[in-house]
């Protein structure tokens, strides 16, 4: 069983950043696998946010048009960790977080559905308000 587990949100003003890591247990290596950041806002739909392909696959990644130029996502394959970093934070950011992940298997680029992930974490609230 792959558990992962998000961390590094909070409360931030609006402009100000701040940088989400997902790290996998169970003795999963988090390089096999495709990774997607989803959301929840209060009231709203689930929506992707992020993916990036796992290291055999494409070298993929993806964003939202509301996150393209200020959200990066990477990984730290020395760290087992996918990071989202977020800068020029708006007050629309605000959500729970999410980490997802699917074996990498035949997924050569990565999904921007949150059906086609089995992994997920149990989230990480964002707060950009002044």
């Known amino acids: 069983q792959v558990h992962v587990v998000e961390s590094g949100g909070g409360l931030v003003q609006p402009g100000g950043s701040l940088r989400l890591s997902c790290v996998a247990s169970?003795?999963?290596?988090?390089?096999?696998?495709?990774v997607g950041w989803f959301r929840q806002a209060p009231g709203k739909e689930r929506e992707a946010v992020s993916c990036?392909?796992?290291?055999?696959?494409?070298?993929?990644?993806k964003y939202i048009d509301s996150a393209k130029g200020r959200f990066t996502i990477s990984r730290d394959n020395t760290k087992n960790t996918v990071y989202l970093q977020m800068n020029s934070l708006k007050p629309e950011d605000t959500a729970v977080y999410y980490c997802?992940?699917?074996?990498?298997?035949?997924?050569?680029?990565?999904?921007?559905?949150?059906?086609?992930?089995?992994?997920w974490g149990q989230g990480t609230q964002v707060t950009v308000s002044s």
């Open positions: 990036i392909s796992a290291n055999n696959g494409d070298g993929t990644t």
């Open positions: 997802a992940a699917v074996y990498g298997g035949t997924w050569y680029g990565c999904p921007m559905k949150g059906d086609d992930y089995k992994y």
């Open positions: 169970g003795g999963a290596t988090l390089d096999y696998y495709v």
